[in-house]
């Protein structure tokens, strides 16, 4: 257990930053955070530490994750309701899995972390009352967290032999993509975010998942939509690439969701023959991929930016790892594309994130925790 209290321990921290080099040797506070995410449909729970307040010393000490894909797959989308069953099933599981796995007792975190918002509602109040009960029990600051924000934290959180961590700083782009979010997001500094674009109908992986049920395909999308167009070629089909002035940033994917319905229908016969389905689920693949690449890669010139990281469910997708690659490399910009792991929901980020602001102050023990399902991250 530590010796100090959360919050004499960062002032330690600060006054050593002030007498160091002269006589005294800094005194530098190791926070142990657990985070907790339910925003949507995956429980996750992780204790991450961080020396000092340098996002670039976070570590990853344990991280559990439960996913519902078998519980909505039938339904072909997310079900709020079994959502938030799910989540109470699992939370405190999850939780004292996180704790035993870290070899720490409760009473020795220094925090504790949750999503507080953007989300579904009733799968954001299973975490955050999980939260506030464990928070209150040990007597330690209750942290709520952007969601987004955590989503920011993963390339800070790559495994310690990563080259790419001591390189990644602020401030940067960030390409956010999930079954219910696609920002632009220019990450000035650590809790000084300006949202550069969002879509303006279906997010990205709402796209995968509507043109997977027009080809006839499984949930999640995004996967099943991958792994068809394996192999299938990506200008067989002329899909539209929607909004691309170079100095706007926002999505839109209802175009090109019609555009594929459309196809569909009027060659019904050829739909029938495997070859052509894979060329066509390549082709409406491209069409989003080059969207997204597209305007990322703009956006960065806008503002300037060198630095380009892409978090989200979505930037699992490893076409749009390939595009972003190429394109980066172009324009010579540099990308961090955090693990697949740290790309979806996860625990570690939304620790992450509370862990640099606990480090840093950046938080009122006394501000409202209630959830948010609908948080802009430029209102931070």
């Given at each position: 257990m530590s010796d100090f209290s959360p919050l004499a321990a960062i002032e330690l921290i600060q006054i050593s930053q002030r007498i160091g080099g002269l006589i005294y040797k800094d005194i530098v506070l190791v926070l142990r955070v657990l985070g907790i995410e339910s925003s949507c449909d995956e429980t996750a729970c992780a204790v991450v530490a961080l020396e000092g307040d340098d996002p670039r010393a976070l570590r990853i000490v344990s991280d559990v994750v439960h996913t519902q894909l078998d519980v909505h797959a039938d339904y072909g989308g997310v079900v709020p309701e079994l959502a938030s069953r799910a989540h109470i099933q699992h939370i405190q599981p999850l939780m004292q899995a996180a704790l035993r796995n870290a070899d720490m007792r409760?009473?020795?975190?220094?925090?504790?972390?949750?999503?507080?918002?953007?989300?579904?509602?009733?799968?954001?109040?299973?975490?955050?009352?999980?939260?506030?009960?464990?928070?209150?029990?040990?007597?330690?600051?209750?942290?709520?967290?952007?969601?987004m924000e955590g989503h920011l934290m993963s390339?800070?959180?790559?495994?310690?032999?990563?080259?790419?961590?001591?390189?990644?700083?602020?401030?940067?782009?960030?390409?956010?993509?999930?079954?219910?979010?696609?920002?632009?997001?220019?990450?000035?500094?650590?809790?000084?975010?300006?949202?550069?674009?969002?879509?303006?109908?279906?997010?990205?992986?709402?796209?995968?998942d509507k043109g997977a049920r027009l080809l006839g395909l499984g949930y999640p999308g995004g996967p099943a939509v991958a792994a068809l167009a394996e192999g299938g070629d990506v200008a067989a089909v002329k899909f539209p690439r929607v909004l691309l002035d170079k100095t706007r940033f926002d999505?839109?994917?209802?175009?090109?969701?019609?555009?594929?319905?459309?196809?569909?229908?009027?060659?019904?016969?050829?739909?029938?023959?495997?070859?052509?389905?894979?060329?066509?689920?390549?082709?409406?693949?491209?069409?989003?991929?080059?969207?997204?690449?597209?305007?990322?890669?703009?956006a960065c010139r806008h503002v300037g930016a060198t630095r380009l990281m892409i978090a989200?469910?979505?930037?699992?997708?490893?076409?749009?790892?390939?595009?972003?690659?190429?394109?980066?490399?172009?324009?010579?910009?540099?990308?961090?594309?955090?693990?697949?792991?740290?790309?979806?929901?996860?625990?570690?980020?939304?620790?992450?994130?509370?862990?640099?602001?606990?480090?840093?102050?950046?938080?009122?023990?006394?501000?409202?925790?209630?959830?948010?399902?609908?948080?802009?991250?430029?209102?931070?």
């Open positions: 409760a009473d020795e975190l220094d925090a504790v972390a949750v999503t507080r918002g953007p989300g579904l509602i009733g799968a954001l109040i299973v975490g955050v009352s999980a939260a506030q009960g464990l928070a209150h029990a040990i007597g330690k600051p209750l942290l709520p967290i952007h969601h390339p800070f959180l790559m495994a310690r032999d990563e080259s790419q961590v001591a390189a990644m700083e602020f401030p940067f782009v960030a390409l956010l993509v999930s079954g219910g979010h696609t920002l632009l997001v220019h990450a000035r500094a650590f809790g000084d975010y300006r949202l550069l674009g969002q879509t303006r109908d279906d997010a990205v992986g709402e796209a995968f999505f839109s994917f209802s175009g090109l969701k019609t555009a594929l319905r459309t196809h569909v229908l009027k060659h019904e016969a050829q739909m029938l023959e495997e070859t052509y389905r894979r060329d066509v689920a390549a082709s409406y693949q491209e069409a989003i991929v080059d969207t997204l690449a597209i305007k990322a890669v703009s989200g469910g979505v930037g699992a997708n490893a076409r749009l790892r390939e595009k972003l690659d190429v394109a980066c490399r172009e324009a010579g910009i540099v990308l961090y594309r955090p693990p697949i792991r740290l790309c979806t929901d996860n625990g570690a980020m939304i620790g992450a994130a509370g862990a640099v602001r606990l480090a840093r102050g950046l938080f009122d023990q006394h501000a409202p925790v209630n959830p948010i399902p609908r948080w802009p991250i430029d209102e931070l």
